[in-house]
C-alpha cells in the first residue's frame, strides 16, 4: 500500500484527495491520498516520514516555509521559493511546484500571450510571474500595497500610480473574491484594464467572481481557476509515480470528481 497525504491548516475543503483517489482507485493502484491538518509547518518533513508517506502536496500557509526542510527541490520550486508537492526519491525528499506549470497548462487554450498583467503581489502572483515570464511572456503587475522590493523583474505598480495599456491577458491572483464579492480593483479601473484586453483568469476556482462576470459583460474570453487546479494535481501526481502514467488518463480521471 502506498501513502499520500495534503499538508496544510485548514485542509478540510480541499477536493486534493478525491482528485488524487479518484486517479489512484481509476489506474488500479493499491494507494489511499489522506489530509493532514498541521499547527505549524516545521513539522512536516517529520510527520512525511512518521506516515511512510510516498507523496504529499502542501496548501496555505506551509507552501514556503517548507522550502527549507527539503532535501532538493526542483529548479522551478527554487526560483519561485514555494512547493506544493513533496515526493520521496530513494531515502531523500525532493519538492517541486506544480501550481505555476499547472497555470501554464490551463491558459494554453488562449493561444499565444505576449504581455500579461497579474492583479496582486502574493505567492501566486510570484509563481506565475516566473512561469509566465519563463515563456517569453512580458509581465506586469498591479497590487493595491507596493511590494515592488519584491517583484525586482517586473514593472510594478499600485492602483494609485497605473495607467492601464493593453493586455493578452489579465490574471487575478488576490484573494478578492474568494469569500466575498469584491473585485481586485477598483470597478473603474478594471473596465479600463479589461477594454483593451483579450483574456481574463481567475485563480479562485469554482465561483463566478465578479471579476469574471464584469469581463464577461466586456465580452473577455475568461476561465476560472478550476483547471489549474486540476493540472497541478496531475503534474503531481505523475511526480509521485515518476512519470509512469499517461497524463491524458490521469487528467481523464481526476476532471470525473468535478463532474460529479
Ligand atoms: P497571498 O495571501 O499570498 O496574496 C494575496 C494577494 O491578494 C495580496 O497581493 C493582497 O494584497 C491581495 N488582496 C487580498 N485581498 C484583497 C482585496 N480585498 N483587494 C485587493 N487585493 C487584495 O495569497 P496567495 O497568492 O497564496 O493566493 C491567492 C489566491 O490564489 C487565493 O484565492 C487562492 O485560493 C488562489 N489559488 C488558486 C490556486 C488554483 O489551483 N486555482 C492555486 C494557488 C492559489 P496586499 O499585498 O496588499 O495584501
Redesign the pocket.
Known sequence: MKYFALFGNPVSHSISPRLHNSALCGLGINGIYGRILLEQGGDIIDKFKKYSLQGANI??PF?ESVINLCDELDSIAKEIGSI?TLVRIGDKIKGYNT?AP??MM?ISEFGKINKALI?????????LAYILDLSGVNVEIL???D?SEQFNNYKFHTHTNFTPGSYDLVVN??????C?D????DKHLLNDIFSNSKFAFD???NKNTQFLRLANELNVQNK???D??LY?AVLAFNIFFDNKFNQDKITQLMRGVFEL
Open positions: 496548501t496555505v507552501k506544493n501550481d499547472g497555470f490551463a492583479l496582486g503581489a502574493g505567492g501566486t502572483a510570484k509563481a497590487n493595491r500595497s511590494k491572483t488576490t484573494s478578492a473574491g474568494l466575498n469584491e473585485l481586485p480593483c485563480v479562485i476556482y476560472d481557476g478550476r489549474m487546479l497541478q
